[in-house]
């Protein structure tokens, strides 16, 4: 993702900037929760001692914005100083970006350095998320696994790896995508956002300043809109001509000016992943389907102790 998002070629994930990165994923994710935004709002809770359990949480999360600021600053710098060279060939999004926008104007430029950032994170934290989710859906719901299979067989031929052109060939892979982010969507409160006037809504009076969540979850699992919400059920994306709904109907994505940056890389190395793995291996578990949602909680994915899955290649 930093090749393609800034042009940075990294070695290692344990290097500064993807630490910096995994930091602000593992913030974010907390601050997602529905609550923590109230209670980071507790009288004093600013001065609890970072040795006390959960002092250094409380500590990181006041300092987020500078965390995310140094998250934003390192690869940034690190894309200017390879663009000031005379040889760069650096193509990164971020740097064919910068073409549209005037050096002068420091605001557009702060947007974008924010920007690049975000669309790394979001996309890093989506993709880890939905495809934990498909490991798990592959599993439990395995006609489903050998229905995907069995297109892959026959539009590319057994062994053959998929590709991004792929993908308009191979429908019931894309309805799994979209049924995975229907399913169990990778953020089900959405990220929380202050309102910045008092409002009335339906009756309640909301007022300034108030942390608002998006219930993405009972959203994807309204039963007026989706028959047996709680399966795993790919065919109900089907069409008879084979066109889904565009990108921004995903509602694990967000919504309007707030809505997902990185979805594009996320979406496209989602469904990139879960094709490769269908086309290359079988998923099994021994669980029973019926405890499936046992290895979720609260909506969040999390491996439970008596859960594990086996891989074996499927042979050409």
Known sequence: MFLSVYGLEIASSEEDMP???R???????????????????????????????????????????????????RPWNALMEDLRRPDSHNSSLIANLLFNIDPDDDQGMQRLKKFGVAAIVAAADTTVSVISTFFIAMSCYPDAQLRAQQELDDVLGRG????????????????????????????????????????????????????????????????????????????????????????????????GRRVCPGRYMANDMI??????????????????????EEYFSHGTFCYPKDFAWSVSPRLN
């Open 19 to 21: 630490a910096r990165n």
């Open 23 to 73: 930091k602000v994923i593992e913030l974010l994710d907390f601050s997602m929760i529905a609550g923590w935004s109230a209670f980071k709002k507790i009288p004093f809770i600013h001065l609890l001692p970072s040795w006390l359990p959960g002092g250094q949480l409380v500590a990181d999360h006041l300092a987020f914005h500078e965390v995310f600021q140094e998250g934003a600053d």
């Open 160 to 255: 053959q790896m998929p590709t991004l052109e792929d993908r308009p060939s191979l429908p019931y892979i894309e309805a799994i995508l979209r049924e995975l982010m229907r399913w169990h969507p990778a953020g089900p409160m959405g990220i929380p956002h202050d309102t910045s006037e008092d409002i009335i809504y339906n009756g309640y009076f909301i007022p300034k300043g108030t942390s608002v969540h998006a219930n993405i979850w009972a959203m994807t699992h309204d039963e007026s809109t989706f028959e047996k919400p709680d399966d795993f059920i790919p065919e109900r994306h089907l069409r008879e001509d084979s066109k889904f709904d565009d990108i921004n109907s995903i509602l694990a994505y967000g919504f």
């Open 271 to 292: 469904w990139l992943t879960a094709a490769s793995l269908l086309a290359s291996f079988k998923i099994s578990t021994s669980a029973k389907r019926e405890n499936v």
